[in-house]
């Protein structure tokens, strides 16, 4: 089939991939200069597992806090009308503990074995690291994140609970000073660099005959036949098939289409700053558990990623967040990161559902599909997801459910 992909994030490099491995022909539309240059550009890094946290799936994790210094998750003034509906969509959802985490888990684990096996079939050295310590102060902590250890247990990952003293032989750099309750680790957990990985991926598909188009904006979609039209372009483009992989749902490509979504922007930070002194740096991952705030070693450089704010993009970037940022790394890797500089720092939007889960499949129009709403999962659940759409597309049973994931479900 002659099949269109608009985005070239890692949502739709890695569709195109799976679909140029089926033996389509593949054109991928990006409206800017460069693959991986919006949501995909600097990741917190994390691949599976998801370990849900309040704000990346309703009903998980401690409480939101919603004002204060130390609020989870941030409203910056005028919140519009649809923020607000979307706000009390995601508490319901909450509530009725309605998030389909299991199948979310499901599809993380699924997408690292793929992931996994795509990186050793092209040597894909994207700064991948092993294992995870979710880090606890007190045992209240342990006790708010239960539900969500649980969902990873089923799943399959094995979760150690251990003492300090086990986790400062795991990361020699933590900070002996910094009160450390207990530990969890979590050994099948991986993190890579995911802007990279688009970028080396972009090489290996190019050699299945990959078409790229960049600084093309798709400014219309249509169905029956299947078209698509680029800004400045006279006629339509005609293909078998759509695959929307935009991140967001932009009202100009879907609304025409009758497909709506209520989705918003959860931004998030992240800082990126190099290496110091590599004794004192994280060898793999750490999550501050009480602050969503991970930190990761990538390379020759350590990310930290937290914050979230419902905010419009043009917002100004958030001090007291960014200093939070900086009091993580500083407090559990004293020495580690060299923060004066060469430091790059990142907010990027999170393009939420109100279940917090992604829209994956058929669009119900015929010949347009989607793989887009990866909200806070984006680049752990990318490989399986272009794999499972891939299938679709050829009409065969994906083999990971993706029950709860669809477009229906709105
Ligand atoms: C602070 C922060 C930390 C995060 N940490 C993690 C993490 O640790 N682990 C994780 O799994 N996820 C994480 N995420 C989420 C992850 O970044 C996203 O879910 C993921 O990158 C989304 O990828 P995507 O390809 O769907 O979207 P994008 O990367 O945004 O790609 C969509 C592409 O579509 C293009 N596009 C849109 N409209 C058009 C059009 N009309 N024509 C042509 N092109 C168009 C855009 O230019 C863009 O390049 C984090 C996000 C943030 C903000």
């Given amino acids: 089939m002659k099949i269109a992909i608009v985005g070239a994030g890692i949502a739709g ?17 990006e409206q800017r200069s460069a693959v991986a240059e ?177 600084n093309a904006t798709v400014e219309r979609i249509s169905s029956n036949p299947v078209a698509i039209t680029v800004r400045g372009d006279t006629q339509a483009r005609h293909f078998d098939a759509v695959v929307l992989c935009t991140g967001s749902a932009p009202a100009a490509l879907m609304s025409p289409l009758g497909l709506v979504l209520p989705l918003v922007a959860l931004h998030g930070y992240t800082v990126s700053a190099p290496l110091r002194e590599a004794t004192h740096a994280p060898v793999a991952s750490v999550t501050d558990v009480a602050q969503h705030i991970n930190i990761t070693r990538l390379g020759q450089r350590v990310r930290v990623a937290g914050g979230a704010e419902l905010a419009g993009p043009g917002a100004a970037h958030h001090a007291p ?45 015929p010949g347009i599909w989607l793989n887009l709403a990866h909200g806070s999962h984006g680049w752990a659940l990318a490989c399986g997801s272009a794999r499972a759409t891939a299938d679709l597309i050829a009409q065969r049973a994906p083999e990971v459910s993706l029950e709860g994931l669809g477009m229906r479900r709105f």
């Fill in 38 to 214: 919006e949501a995909s550009f600097a990741t917190g890094s994390l691949l599976a597992p998801l370990l849900p946290s309040a704000w990346a799936l309703p009903g998980f994790g401690q409480p939101l806090r919603l004002w204060g210094a130390d609020a989870t998750l941030r409203m910056k003034g005028g919140l519009s009308v649809a923020h607000l509906a979307w706000l009390r969509r995601w508490r319901q959802t909450a509530l009725r503990k309605k998030a389909p985490a299991m199948a979310l888990e499901a599809l993380a684990r699924y997408s690292q074995t793929r992931l996994e096996a795509m990186a050793a079939r092209h040597e894909l050295d994207f700064e991948a690291v092993k294992g995870r310590l979710l880090l606890l102060r007190n045992e209240a902590e342990l006790a708010a994140i239960e539900p969500a250890l649980q969902i990873l247990r089923d799943t399959g990952h094995a979760v150690h609970q251990i003492t300090p003293e086990a986790a400062r032989k795991l990361e020699p750099g933590l900070h002996s000073e910094t009160p450390l309750a207990a530990a969890l680790h979590i050994p099948g957990a991986s993190a890579g660099n995911c802007r990279l990985f688009a970028h080396m991926l972009r090489q290996a598909i190019q050699g299945l005959g990959v078409t790229f188009e960049l």
């Fill in 13 to 29: 490099m890695t569709t195109a991939y799976e679909l140029a491995r089926d033996g389509h022909d593949i054109t991928v539309f």
């Fill in 321 to 365: 967040t960014l200093q939070r940022l900086y009091s993580a790394v500083n407090e559990w890797f004293p020495g580690g990161v060299q923060l004066s500089a060469g430091v790059q720092i990142w907010r990027g939007a999170r393009w939420m559902t109100p279940d917090g889960a992604p829209v994956i499949g058929a669009s119900g129009i």
